[in-house]
């Protein structure tokens, strides 16, 4: 299936297009903003598209005739390209509560809802809840995002304590890509309700921890989820992490990991020089590397994006690299000796859902 994904370049749509590179074969086409203009094109022999792409800041005005203008111009590519074209809309529940928001998006739903039905395809309503995850941006995407940068940079946020449902970005893009598939009109996915208090208080469990050298408490999948949105704010910049040895005449002993609350899996692997391991990406998987004996480079690159980030590592100075959820990561042997590798998951391998899916860091033609 040939897929569109507006919006693209946002929160959503990157979280979109990992989700489609890792579980799906379709054919995707991203629009980003600065590709706007080849949208007719792009959906001249689609099959589907997902629209994620809309405004959700500025002034009232700004706000809803933003996102009534984005799905007018979607609409007028699908009358222009007169295929029977599925979309998927990522629309909110805030749709009709009486805000600028809401507004936008309900007459962004109505004038597709039509778009769709004029050229006999079919549409879905994807009711989204309050989306968090890794990469959002401070004061834009989520009050979450807003918290992550915050604690990071050690200053207090300030708070308005209330239930609110959450959802995790690879959350919303699973409901966005089953609804490619099936009958239904409309989708609600299911989301956690949490205290906003509650949010900040378990980023700054975890900046305690994770600044202490332990990985925090990982015992629900809520917990997973704002750890890894947390430790994503902090690469590269705290990368990597340094391991303390202690050394007596008997040698030294280095501590690799200590969790709170769980155990997770460890195994270590041998490499011989010159030979590469890794070349895969998670969508969910907390992971450390740690060099045992030897020296090695350790790249990370964020999907779609070029900008690759090398570490050299050596047994000799004991430390470890946690790797953020989405990075196509790789470990290479740059030495004459056989290179010894930890590694510390916090699940256990699962052979019928490893969470790794493979992918170059280097893409074929790049230099190393």
Known sequence: MKVVVTGSAGFLGWHTRLRLRAMTDHEVVPIARDQWTDLSQALSDADAVIHIA??????DDAVREGNEGLARDLAAALASSGRPTRVVFANSIQDGNGTAYGAGKAKAREILGQAVDATGGSFVDVRLPNLFGEHGRPAYNSFVATFVHAVRDGRPPQVTDRQVGLLHAQGAAAALIDALDGDARRIDPDSTSVGVQEVLDLLQEFKASYDSGEIPDLSSPLRVDLFNTYRAALFPEHA???????????????????VRGGGGQSSFSTTVPGITRGEHFHLRK?????VISGTARVSLRKMFTDDVFDFAVSGDVPCAIDMPVGWVHNITNTGNDTLITQFWSHELHRPDDPDTYYESVRPQGASA
């Open 54 to 59: 809309g405004v959700n800041r500025g002034d």
């Open 240 to 258: 990597p992490i340094a391991l303390t040895p202690h050394t007596d005449p008997r040698g030294t002993y280095v501590e690799l990991v200590r």
């Open 286 to 290: 907390v992971e450390r590397f740690a």
